[in-house]
């Protein structure tokens, strides 16, 4: 089955831009969807179709992809952005979704 | 408003079956899949599977199969997870996700916990 790849956590200093990358084989050639879980809370999207935000989510988070790596940004980093991240595709081949293992991002 | 408003916590024992209940409200039902993921303790996200609304076709990750039922009931706009022959590592708070044309899960209830303990 597919396998998407986060790194643990990331820490960023507040005001300061944070990436998250998801990989995958060949993800760019997947539509990768990104989710925001805070403790103790649902997720919550906040990229769809690797760039797209939904409505009511900040600018200052976006999305890219490409070759074997999906990134989310997080510009101008505040302390209610520390939260789980999590990637998620479609996997057409199984008609299974795919949810990537997280990443802990951490404001300093 | 869109919600997803699931059943309260639940404990069981091994060996017994669990029903989470998932009801929307704001949208029309039967418009969308309703799938279910869910996470253990301190672990991520992990999906099971899902429903079309419409027609009541399920599909489920191989893991999961033979011991989730999912189904409907249209006339109350609630969808239901039905996990059965728990064992102690289907502890978890159990989700059910609304899913959109892009393949995104929009919308999410507040979560199930399930504990199973003896």
């Known amino acids: 089955s597919y396998v998407l790849t986060q790194p643990p956590s990331v820490s960023v200093a507040p005001g300061q831009t944070a990436r998250v990358t998801c990989g995958g084989n060949n993800i760019g050639s997947e539509s990768v969807n990104w989710y925001q879980q805070k403790p103790g809370q649902a997720p919550v999207l906040v990229v769809y179709?690797?760039?797209n935000r939904p409505s009511g989510i900040p600018e200052r988070f976006s999305g890219s992809n490409s070759g074997n790596t999906a990134t989310l940004t997080i510009s101008r980093v505040e302390a209610g952005d520390e939260a789980d991240y999590y990637c998620q595709v479609w996997d057409s081949s199984s008609d299974y979704y795919v949810f990537g293992t997280g990443t802990k991002v951490t404001v300093l | 408003q869109v919600h997803l408003v699931q059943s309260g916590a639940e404990v069981k024992t091994p060996g017994a079956s669990v029903k989470v209940a998932c009801k929307a409200s704001?949208?029309?039902?039967?418009?969308?899949?309703m799938h279910w993921v869910r996470q253990a303790p301190g672990l991520g996200l992990e999906w099971m599977g899902w429903m079309n609304v419409n027609s009541g076709g399920t599909k489920c990750e191989q893991k999961f199969q033979g011991r989730v039922t999912m189904t409907r009931d249209t006339s109350i706009s609630t969808s239901y997870m039905e996990l059965s022959r728990l064992r102690y590592d289907d502890t978890a708070v159990y989700y059910c996700?609304?899913?959109?044309?892009?393949?995104?899960?929009?919308?999410w209830g507040q979560g199930t916990m399930v504990s199973v303990s003896s």
């Open positions: 704001g949208y029309t039902f039967t418009g969308y899949y």
């Open positions: 996700a609304r899913l959109t044309g892009d393949r995104a899960f929009d919308i």
């Open positions: 179709d690797d760039t």
